[in-house]
């Protein structure tokens, strides 16, 4: 039961444009939302988050967007560099007792071109 | 130490062995994670560490799995009898508490043969 999906495998995006990867949930239980970086050979890296009770939180370049009640988030790079060039994991947790583990999708494959 | 250090980097070993992966969190904290990610596959929740305490095994896979942390440090998953199914990147991460985020390690890379 993959309760954290990302359907979209890969992604392609030209540099300098908006980079868009999605993540739909299932659980409602999950009040507390991340977004990891993955290059190959290396342990992910922490993003950006966000909490069930915004919609939107911004750092830099990077926005990630929270719909509650479509189960949908969505992470946005503005503007793409070919150094964001990696793996994305959108996780998911519901911060409380045992709930405190982290609910990884499988990931897309960004692709920053020239 | 500065980061979470896992060891060893790469490990091939032939099917039926046993193995051990060890994982050093951050000094100082508590709760400490392992994870797997086979080929094309997202990151799988395996076992959670608070303390020396296991208080989530439910993402072990088999009783073949097994977990421990000592000290409240150093921790080491084993697998008895390895499978082909059983290669892939192992993950380790540590955090402080439940309001600070996962620092992970860069994974041991299990290759059973």
């Known amino acids: 039961d993959q309760q954290v999906k990302q359907n979209s495998p890969s992604l392609s995006v030209q540099e300098g444009r908006i980079s868009i990867l999605n993540c739909d949930y299932t659980n409602s239980m999950f009040d507390y939302f991340l977004w990891y970086k993955k290059y190959p050979a290396e342990g992910p890296t922490f993003l950006i988050s966000?909490?069930?009770?915004?919609d939107k939180n911004e750092d830099g370049r990077f926005t990630v967007f929270l719909n509650k009640s479509a189960k949908h988030l969505s992470l946005h790079i503005v503007p793409s560099q070919p150094g964001d060039s990696a793996v994305y994991f959108c996780?998911?947790?519901?911060?409380?007792?045992?709930?405190?583990?982290?609910?990884f999708g499988t990931g897309t494959r960004l692709q920053v071109t020239l | 130490g500065a980061g979470v250090s896992q060891s060893p980097s790469n490990k091939v070993t032939e099917k039926g062995k046993d193995v051990e992966l060890r994982c050093d969190p951050i000094s100082g904290h508590t709760a400490l994670y392992w994870y797997r990610q086979s080929l094309g596959q997202g990151l799988e929740f395996l076992i959670y560490?608070?303390?020396?305490?296991?208080?989530?095994k439910s993402g072990l896979p088999s009783d073949r799995f097994s977990a421990e942390r000592t000290g409240g440090s150093v921790s080491t998953l084993t697998i008895q009898r390895t499978q082909q199914e059983d290669s892939a990147v192992y993950l380790c991460?540590?955090?402080?508490?439940?309001?600070?985020?996962?620092?992970f390690g860069s994974g041991t890379r299990l290759t059973v043969v």
């Open positions: 996780a998911a947790s519901g911060n409380t007792g045992t709930a405190s583990k982290l609910t």
């Open positions: 560490f608070q303390g020396n305490s296991a208080p989530d």
């Open positions: 966000i909490s069930s009770i915004k």
């Open positions: 991460a540590s955090r402080q508490g439940l309001n600070y985020g996962y620092t």
